[in-house]
């Protein structure tokens, strides 16, 4: 016992910082990263009290997600502090009898079995396919419903939005219209990064609604992840046209929309709409329109954001953005 150890401080440890996430992929180096939010996990101080050297992990297998718990520490400041209260924390998140806790040897005997049955989901499932830094890249779309080993996917992977998306939390499975979509590297099978997405009824007007032979939809995007490792790489970029095409060549479809998108998914979502506008000649017909008192005539932005299925306010953003540009 040293003087320090009279001061809370010394027991008192950032939950941000003493949880280590990563991920493994057989003999290759473990890659680790420190979560964004702990809040949800651990409450809103994001501490956590009684204990030296807290080291908190939790660490998933690269292709099947496979989730492994331990915590560590070198001191506790009495027996009123108990770690079984930190698993318990992490591990009431994560999808019940279906983690390891401590046990190493036991969770790479989970990954290797599970490993050897492993498939992509079926072709039915692809969207679409990319190239990058010559890697192939395979996205596909399921339901909750359309499998069962990819609802368990999704059950161990949905931690990372409490861990990275402020303010999320996890969806209802038991809503039919949730669809989730895929990356994963063609050859290695590592899983790039998902999007929940869910599809609304799409009323219109009430005489619309009459003679309209069948359903239509909005969809959302709500939660979007690219795990760490393969940030900044392009990865949500192609992910983010996948679905945005998907949606566009769905005649059901009528507009795309995002919940509650932070900085950086605003900033990925224009450049991507800016891209698309651009390959459809937006700004030429933009720039041919003669704006009247300094107003560009409404039924034409009106036709145009309907073609392109964009949401009334990030619509307006883009136009205010492509006027920027081509004032320069
Ligand atoms: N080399 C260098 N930089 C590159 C490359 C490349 N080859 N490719 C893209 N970049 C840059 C982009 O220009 C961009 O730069 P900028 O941020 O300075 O504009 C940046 O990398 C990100 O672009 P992408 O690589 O296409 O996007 P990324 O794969 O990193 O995904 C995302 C972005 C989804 C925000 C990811 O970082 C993430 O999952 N973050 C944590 C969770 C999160 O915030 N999700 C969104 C919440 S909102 C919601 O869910 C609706």
Redesign the pocket.
Known sequence: TDTSDFKPETWTQSSNEHLKVSLVDGDKPVIQFSP?FTYPIFGTDETIFGFKDLLIHLAFDSVTLTPFVNVKFSAKMDDSVDERKVLDSLTRVLPANDYTVKDESQWVNKIEAERRVFQLPDEKFKVCEYT??GEQFVVYKLKLSESDYFKRLHRRIQIFTLL??EG?SYIDENEPNWEIFWAFNKDTHNCV?Y?TTYKYWYYGSASEFDTEKSHRYRSK????????P??????????YQSIYTTWFQNVQIVEVT?????E??D??RD?NDLKMLEENKFFEALNEQTPVEGFIDDSWLQRTRTQFKLEKRQFSRLVEMSLLHLQK
Do not use: M
């Not at 995002?258 to 932070?262: A, Y």
């Open positions: 964004q990058l830094d990275f998306i999320a990064g999007a995007i709500s939660q979007y992840i690219v795990l760490p393969y940030q900044s790489k392009g990865h949500g970029s192609k992910l995002v919940e509650d998108p932070n950086e998914f900033d990925l450049r």
